[in-house]
């Protein structure tokens, strides 16, 4: 089974930094494009940022200049470095793969459970 965990969330001031770590479990061959996206209370989810199987990335405007994506494909791992947090970055961060190529087949649209990053002013 293949899954998705999320980790290096939690409490920051403004202008600190984090890094978010989204390992993938299980017998994986490869994985294609992967992606961080959050949700704030009260709000929908969105898209922070994207990365390709070969390192191509995509940012949502609200955080280029301050976030960087990244990926380890020998170990099955992305990364969210985060720096110069502001309270409006406080929101659940969730790590997404769409399309996983495991020994039983290819899984599509997989989501980690998410963890909390919360920004103080």
């Known amino acids: 089974q293949v899954q998705l965990v999320e980790s290096g969330g939690g409490l920051v001031q403004a202008g600190g930094s984090l890094r978010l770590s989204c390992a993938a479990s299980g017998i994986i061959f490869s994985i294609n494009a992967m992606g961080w996206y959050r949700q704030a209370p009260g709000k929908q989810r969105e898209l922070v940022a994207t990365i390709t199987s070969g390192g191509s990335t995509n940012y949502a405007d609200s955080v280029k200049g301050r976030f960087t994506i990244s990926r380890d494909n020998s170990k099955n791992t992305m990364y969210l470095q985060m720096n110069s947090l502001k309270p409006e970055d406080t929101a659940v961060y969730y790590c997404?793969?769409?399309?996983?190529?495991?020994?039983?087949?290819?899984?599509?649209?997989?989501w980690g459970q998410g963890t909390q990053v919360t920004v103080s002013s």
């Open positions: 997404y793969a769409n399309a996983i190529v495991t020994m039983t087949g290819t899984i599509s649209d997989s």
